[in-house]
């Protein structure tokens, strides 16, 4: 039973699904997110099927209990990311990981702007593993596509500006120089994720 923002770890071969909700307060966002380049599922059998532990809570250790690690969301500030960069973007930061499935994730929410991401003068790479940037409007009573402000990805060695409204994926392969993102204009919140899939 989840009634907090978590994540859900699920394991190569291991048997999930159906997720059911039982009771909506308000509106909230779903997200499936996976590193394989092909989706492809395989029909478990009733005995994988089958679940006769306890109920997993956070309260109670179930049998799959580790794989619902907490999200704790902690207040940014400035100098958040460095001494060189002491832009504020309010909100709150969370990160994940799991070296088991070979990922990490951070969630950020964007309150306002400008607001530039990591290091704000020079574009990195990363050697051995691909990169998902996410931009992903937080209205859920709304149509969740506009972002509600704009980011500016800068791509490439030259730093090639690439400007974005709307709810966004920019994925930096390996190798590939890219960075900072800056937030130019925040009209209402959304939220940034960084995804790691290094276990490719």
Request: aromatic share 12%; with cysteine; proline share 8%.
């Amino acid at each position: 039973m989840v009634t907090t923002s978590r994540a859900v770890f699920i394991p190569k071969g291991l048997a999930h699904m159906p997720a059911t909700i039982l009771r909506m307060d308000r509106r909230f966002i779903l997200m499936t997110i996976s590193h394989a380049r092909e989706l492809k599922a395989t029909p478990a059998t009733l005995a994988e099927k089958e679940f006769t532990g306890p109920a997993v809570g956070f309260t109670s250790r179930g049998k799959y209990d580790t794989h619902f690690p907490n999200m704790l969301w902690q207040r940014k500030g400035v100098w958040h990311y460095g001494s060189e960069n002491p832009d504020d973007a309010g909100g709150y930061i969370a990160s994940i990981s799991n070296k088991e499935m070979g990922f990490s994730m951070l969630c950020e929410s964007i309150n306002k702007g400008p607001y530039r991401f990591g290091h704000p003068y020079a574009p990195h790479v990363h050697n051995n593993y691909d990169e998902f940037l996410i931009c992903l409007g937080a209205d859920c009573n709304n149509d969740l596509t506009p972002m509600g402000g704009e980011v500016v990805f800068d791509l490439g060695k030259e730093m090639e500006p690439h400007v974005f409204t709307a709810s966004t994926v920019v994925m930096p392969k390996a190798k590939f120089p890219h960075c900072p993102e800056t937030v130019t204009r925040v009209d209402q919140p959304f939220i940034f994720i960084v995804l790691h899939a290094f276990g490719q």
